[in-house]
T-cell receptor, first 114, second 114 residues
């Protein structure tokens, strides 16, 4: 089945130690998104790639970076995680062609910062 | 900016009860509207959507109608099941750099008791 895969499902990192979360998709969608969801809150968009074009939300901290080496893969890098970065990180994809298409979400990676 | 307001939770019902989760939005223009569902430990799944005024989205017994005059998109189900227990998010889509930004409500946790 075509899907959005996130690895790992659970990640523990130390305060200030860089961490990378990965997302892959078999849907061949041209847009990939990263959302941050803190406990009992709504997901919040961090940034998205439209093909190779990176688009950052205005309030996304500089500590968060992303890479998309090809259509299928997208990475979220947190350069110096703080305790406040502990959250579920959701990757989503969509096919954009001038109409409204749904976003397909992966299962998420739960990040713990110790 | 655009925003979504959802009915406060948590909501607890008995099996076979009628469900309504209220959702209202504020937006410039005419966004598409969505309901997403999140089961414990999982990512978000699209439940239903509506792309223009008076459209009704439906899926798995759930329904919601896009009401422009009241800026609402209330979720309803005639007879809930234990398996419907989850967190439900209302969202609108906003066009950004050729893609879509989902703006979510705060989520409503639903628990169905047998």
């Amino acid at each position: 089945d075509a899907m959005v895969i996130q690895n790992p499902r659970y990640q523990v990192t130390q305060f200030g130690k860089p961490v990378t979360l990965s997302c892959s998709q078999t849907l061949n969608h041209n847009v990939m998104y990263w959302y941050q969801q803190k406990s009992s809150q709504a997901p919040k968009l961090l940034f998205h790639y439209y093909d190779k074009d990176f688009n950052n939300e205005a309030d996304t901290p500089d500590n968060f970076q992303s890479r998309r080496p090809n259509t299928s893969f997208c990475f979220l890098d947190i350069r110096s995680p703080g305790l406040g970065d502990a959250a579920m990180y959701l990757c989503a994809t969509s096919r954009e062609a001038g109409q409204v298409y749904e976003q397909y979400f992966g299962p998420g990676t739960r990040l713990t910062v110790t | 900016g655009d925003s979504v307001t959802q009915m406060e939770g948590p909501v607890t019902l008995s099996e076979e009860a009628f469900l309504t989760i209220n959702c209202t939005y504020t937006a410039t223009g005419y966004p598409s509207l969505f309901w997403y569902v999140q089961y414990p430990g999982e990512g978000l799944q699209l439940l239903l959507k509506a792309t223009k005024a008076d459209d009704k989205g439906s899926n798995k017994g759930f329904e919601a109608t896009y009401r422009k005059e009241t800026t609402s998109f209330h979720l309803e189900k005639g007879s809930v099941q234990v398996s419907d227990s989850a967190v439900y998010f209302c969202a609108l889509s906003d066009r950004i750099q050729g893609a879509q930004k989902l703006v979510f409500g705060q989520g409503t946790r639903l628990t169905i008791n047998p």
